[in-house]
Every structure is written in C-alpha cells, then in structure tokens.
C-alpha cells in the first residue's frame, strides 16, 4: 500500500493549451524525459488554442497556457489576464489547482537556444531566431524550423540538462532587466523581449518531481 501511495503521488498532469506544434511537440518531449514508469508518470494533455480556451476546461490538476508575444501586444496581454484570473479563481476553488501563463517574448524559438546558448539582445522581427536555430541543431540552411519532422530533429537533441541549463538562462535574463523596465500586467512582472514566464512553469513541473 505504501508503495502504491508513492507511485501515485509522483503522478503528475497537466492541462496546457498551445499555441502551436512547437509547443505540443516540446511537452510530450518533456514528459518522456521526466516519466520513468512506473515509478513517476509526467503528462501533459495538450490543446492547440489561445489561453481563452483554458475557460472550457475545468480539471482537477494544474493548468498552463504556452503563448507567445509575437508584436501582438493586446492579445499578450489579454492571455496573461486570462490566465491570472483563472489562477484566481482556480485557488479559491476546493482542489487550491493553479494556472500558468507560461508565455515566450517574442516567441518560441527564443526559447529553443537557451538549452544550447545564451541569447540575451533584444530582437526586432519574428523571425530573427531562426537562423541561430539552424546553427545550434545542425539543421540545413533552409529547413522549416516549424515543420514536423524538423521539430523532432530539435527535440531529439534536448537532454533533461538542456531544460535546466534554459531555466537557468531564462532566470539570468531577467535578473538582469533594470526594475524599471518592469510593466505590471494584470499583475503579472513582465519585460519587453527577451523575456518569458515560461520557465517559471517548467522549473515547477521538474521541481514537483524532483527533478531540480
């Protein structure tokens, strides 16, 4: 009996509502890192979908929205409210669940060099990672970074290490943004780009299993 309580409690789930396949593709990648079955079970019930569509859902376990800012200012911010307000809500309610905002500013693939390198100017177009991306995944000099196939290629090359070094880089740019620079969203901390809330919801997914 013990036993079986120990398997569960290293059970964990999470709702998270994606903005596209890079994100959907990144958690399951995460959740095979951290599932050594049948010990300790990690998974994430992905939706593709803005944080609006976490308002249809109601589960009993953690809930997250992966979006990015994408130079879309009102859309950013109303996702973070969103998600502040659900998280809100969801610790008055009797199961105490969270929601995250775990948003990328500007996008994504930001986030995809930190597990490889440090990037910490600011950038002016959407597609300014990509090149960089390229570079650190040995992909070709004209491969579709959002495609499938290329998608799998990156996460293949991302170790349980690579989610902590990204953390820990995420961590280091926003240490180092000036307080002044701090804008109070629906009362979230947030910075122009390069910034993230992402790896606040990732550093409690890993530290929930042990894993930091």
């Known amino acids: 009996w013990a036993r079986e309580m120990c398997i569960r409690d290293r059970r964990r789930t999470y709702l998270c509502i994606c903005e596209g396949q890079q994100e959907t593709m990144y958690l399951a990648h995460i959740a095979r890192l951290l599932t050594h079955f049948p010990e300790r079970v990690v998974k994430f019930n992905t939706t593709i979908g803005s944080p609006s569509e976490l308002k249809k859902h109601y589960e009993e376990y953690d809930s997250a929205a992966l979006f990015d800012q994408d130079g879309c200012q009102n859309a950013f911010e109303e996702g973070i409210r969103v998600c502040q307000a659900l998280d809100r809500s969801g610790q008055r309610s009797r199961s105490k669940k969270h929601v995250y905002h775990a948003y990328s500013n500007v996008n994504f693939d930001l986030w995809l060099i930190l597990h490889k390198e440090d990037f910490t100017r600011p950038v002016a177009s959407n597609d300014a990672y990509v090149p960089d991306v390229r570079r650190?995944?040995?992909?070709?000099?004209?491969?579709?970074?959002?495609?499938?196939?290329?998608?799998?290629?990156?996460?293949?090359?991302?170790?349980?290490?690579?989610?902590?070094?990204?953390?820990?880089?995420?961590?280091?740019?926003?240490?180092?943004?000036?307080?002044?620079?701090?804008?109070?969203?629906?009362?979230?901390?947030?910075?122009?780009?390069?910034?993230?809330?992402?790896?606040?919801?990732?550093?409690?997914?890993?530290?929930?299993?042990?894993?930091?």
């Not at 499938?148 to 293949?156: P, Q, S, T, W």
């Not at 961590?171 to 009362?187: Q, T, Y």
Request: glycine letters at 6%; a negative charge.
């Open 136 to 212: 650190i995944y040995r992909l070709g000099r004209e491969a579709d970074i959002k495609e499938i196939n290329v998608i799998d290629r990156i996460l293949h090359q991302i170790t349980l290490d690579d989610v902590r070094s990204a953390i820990h880089r995420a961590d280091a740019i926003r240490s180092a943004k000036p307080s002044s620079d701090a804008k109070n969203i629906h009362g979230a901390t947030c910075y122009g780009n390069p910034d993230f809330s992402l790896h606040t919801f990732l550093r409690t997914v890993l530290m929930e299993v042990g894993e930091i």
